[in-house]
């Protein structure tokens, strides 16, 4: 029987070609201005609710600096990156999916959001306590976070909806064996670790690049609730992390992270043996080990929740000079729609905060609109005769060639592009029994929680592709055997890329 769904259409009734692809200049190339249809949809997504985000609503942060004790002139030019230099930073911790008052030891990711006030301008870093995400394409982003969200009619949140984006999305596996371990549920903002999760372009003064990740290992280490504790947790204390945070720094106890990177040379990503610019994987520390950097202390506490917590905005396209993008699509996406959305949430001028404003004078021809506090002096326009500010070359951004068709389609598959490689390595070598055993307890009680066929066959096979022991064991709760349709799955020992 043929499908009679209809055809999904943009807000104009214009027929869309693609809900799972952005447009692109081959497979591996940028996303383009013209995605009217991605553009609409993030848009869109980004004023859904006022006033609170949209995603990350609920968190907390504080104060501190970053030091360049190592430093990483040999691969960036940016200032800050300077052996010996010491930067004024705010942080923002949070989580991904709950409201406002949503519990802060919910299984959920969190969010690692760094701003550093450099004598170059400011440097947003936006990344998460896990180093892979759950989609590959900023044009399943805003479904994804809709399918964690609350359902339309009855305004509670689905188990169901969950399961079905993520079976009917295999790139999700390596996220969601993150999200159901004990990573899922930190103990505390200071006990977790931090990572840019997408990769970024660095130059050195010398014009060599590097392709770059950035990892913030908590000297604290890590300290995470069993599933019981944090459903306990949410019940006792469901400020427990905002808490614990203001507590520590005020009792002088400052939260420590290393920040080390992995520097892959600019023409190994050519031919790496899977796609090194796809946010659904890691880079093995076999092929690129961990290099230390520098060292983020936060020790000062917010004198007002709103005014630096709540109205605090972070946006990937703030790189300074020595930074730019990679061809990783969910960057590229996110470089769009995080101005947009702040701009939607605290105004166009939102820049003007003090929380936002750059610690250097600003020289810009933008003026005017909703809670501006001041404007440029005239000349008001470029260019002009009359000594206004001029562009400097030099600060030009890195960048890469591209070429190929226009299209809409995934990353060009390499020979270890597989969704459930590195999901099934996570379990067989990363965890322990005994971690093991309590992923298999959460995934069962998750899955319990209102999932329903055809959902549920499809995540019995989705875990049999992961790991044959973990789906096994997963089906077992459920009384159910192998699936004839996870005859496929990768045996329990088999190797992947870490």
Not at 53 to 78: L, N, S, T
Request: charged share 25%; net charge negative; glycine share 8%.
């Amino acid at each position: 029987m043929a499908d009679q769904r209809p055809v999904t259409t943009t807000d104009a009734g214009i027929p869309a070609a693609s809900d799972e692809h952005s447009l692109t200049a081959g497979p591996d190339g940028p996303i383009l201005l013209q995605d009217h249809y991605l553009i609409q949809k993030m848009a869109q997504f980004n004023r859904e609710r006022v006033p609170e985000r949209v995603v990350h609503a609920k968190g907390g942060g504080a104060h501190g600096f970053f030091e360049a004790v190592a430093g990483a002139e040999q691969w960036c030019r940016a200032d800050f990156l300077r052996r010996g230099r010491r930067t004024p930073v705010f942080a923002r911790f949070s989580t991904v999916a709950g409201e406002l008052g949503s519990a802060d030891s919910a299984r959920d990711p969190r969010g690692f959001a760094l701003k550093f006030y450099t004598d170059e301008g400011n440097y947003d870093l936006v990344g998460n306590n896990t180093p892979v995400f759950f989609v590959r394409d900023p044009q399943k982003f805003q479904d994804f976070i809709h399918s964690q969200k609350r359902r339309a009619d009855t305004h509670l949140r689905d188990n169901n909806m969950q399961w079905d984006f993520w079976t009917l999305s295999p790139e999700s596996a390596h996220q969601v064996t993150w999200l159901m371990g004990d990573r899922g549920t930190p103990q505390s903002w200071r006990h977790m670790n931090g990572y840019s999760s997408h990769t970024y372009l660095w130059q050195n003064a010398g014009g060599e690049r590097f392709w770059v990740k950035y990892h913030f290992k908590t000297e604290q280490g890590i300290r995470c609730f069993t599933d019981l504790e944090a459903r306990a947790m949410a019940a006792e204390d469901p400020d427990c992390h905002i808490r614990d945070l203001h507590t520590a720094i005020a009792e002088g106890d400052h939260p420590v992270w290393t920040l080390s990177v992995q520097i892959m040379p600019f023409e190994a990503a050519a031919d790496y043996r899977f796609n090194p610019f796809d946010l659904t994987k890691v880079w093995p520390h076999g092929d690129y080990p961990l290099l230390p950097v520098g060292r983020l202390v936060l020790d000062r506490n917010p004198a007002d929740y709103f005014a630096e917590v709540e109205q605090s905005a972070f946006e990937p396209a703030n790189m300074v000079p020595g930074i730019g993008p990679s061809p990783d699509k969910m960057l590229l996406g996110r470089l769009f729609s995080y101005p947009d959305t702040h701009r939607h949430r605290i105004g166009t001028n939102y820049l003007q905060l003090p929380i936002n404003q750059p610690r250097v004078p600003v020289h810009s021809y933008n003026r005017d609109g909703a809670l501006r506090h001041h404007n440029p002096p005239d000349p008001v326009y470029a260019p002009n005769s009359f000594g206004g500010p001029r562009a400097d070359p030099a600060a030009m951004e890195p960048g890469w060639s591209v070429t190929g068709e226009i299209v809409r389609a995934a990353y060009t598959r390499r020979r270890d592009d597989d969704d459930f490689v590195q999901s099934g390595t996570l379990v067989r070598t990363v965890l322990d029994g005994a971690a093991r055993d309590r992923l298999v307890g959460n995934i069962g009680r998750h899955l319990q929680g209102g999932v329903v066929e055809p959902v549920l066959s499809r995540a019995l096979e989705y875990w049999y592709k992961v790991d044959a022991d973990l789906g096994a064991r997963v089906a077992a709760e459920f009384g159910r055997s192998v699936p004839a349709a996870a005859s496929g799955a990768v045996p329990t020992g088999a190797r992947g890329p870490r």
